[in-house]
C-alpha cells in the first residue's frame, strides 16, 4: 500500500520559506550572505529549515555559496513589487 504525503512536513517546510526569505531580505540590506547555520538558528526547526533552503534554490529565490545563501534579484524584485501595491 502506497503511503500517504505527510501534509503538516509540506506546511511546515512552506512556512519555514517564508521565514527564511523574510530573514534574508531583512539582512540584504546590511549584507546579503547569511551562514547558513546562521539561517537555521533563527527557525524553530533546523531540519526543515535546510529543506526548505534547497527548496527555495530549486525554485531560484535563493542562491547557495559553500556554507552561506542569500536572495536573489528576482525574490528582492517579487517583494519590492508586493509592496508597491
Known amino acids: 500500500m502506497e503511503q500517504q504525503p505527510d501534509y503538516v512536513d509540506v506546511l511546515a517546510c512552506a512556512r519555514l520559506e517564508r521565514e527564511i526569505l523574510r530573514l534574508l531580505l531583512a539582512a540584504s540590506d546590511d549584507w546579503p550572505w547569511l551562514p547558513i547555520e546562521q539561517v537555521m538558528d533563527a527557525t524553530d526547526d533546523p531540519v526543515t529549515a535546510l529543506d526548505a533552503i ?26 519590492q513589487l508586493t509592496h508597491a501595491l
Not at 547557495?64 to 534579484?73: A, C, L, P, S
Request: proline share 0%; net charge positive; glycine share 12%.
Open 54 to 79: 534547497a527548496s527555495l534554490g530549486e525554485s531560484g529565490l535563493l542562491r547557495r555559496k559553500g556554507e552561506f545563501v542569500m536572495i536573489t534579484r528576482a525574490a528582492l524584485h517579487f517583494q
